[in-house]
């Protein structure tokens, strides 16, 4: 009788076991996947398509987060095409942020884009502020982590490789 008690556990677990396996053993290319969108995912949509460049000067640096926008670091910009609230990021390093400050001239390279059908943002992939280019954005439109100013100079490029690389060999 006792042997029968310890049987009946045993194969309910070997059962589950069992179809837990079968059901892993199914290829995952058996399920249909979701149609592919391009900008889908997190935060608003970057159209590369509809890229536009800007020149412009800085009329305000709002940090603080607005309910609504974009999180992350904003520049109020002005210029002949008008006025523009240019969405730069969290990631920008140091060196970057504080160059940023109202009255100075940039040139901006990004998408429009409109979050929840509201306000127009102007979503930065790149940004020269002082004769130094900084890629915010990669050519999809994520935001790219800790990106460094490029100078414009030539020969200047090696010196940063070198440096990224851990010094000269």
Known sequence: MSRNCLTKPTRMIAGLLTALFAVLAIP???????????????????????????????????????AGSPAGMHLLVAGPQGQFDAHVGSFLNKETKEALHAGVPVQ????????HGKKSYLLVRELTVDDKTVTVRGKNGALLLGQSARSQRPGTENKLLVKLNGGAR
């Not at 900008?39 to 607005?66: C, L, M, S, W």
């Not at 901006?108 to 979050?115: H, P, R, Y």
């Open 108 to 115: 901006i390279v990004g998408a429009m884009t409109s979050l």
């Open 28 to 66: 995952l290319g058996a399920y249909a996947a979701p149609e592919s969108r391009v900008g889908r995912g997190f935060g608003p949509v970057y159209d590369a398509a509809h890229e536009i460049t800007f020149n412009g000067t800085i009329q305000k640096v709002v940090t603080k987060h607005v």
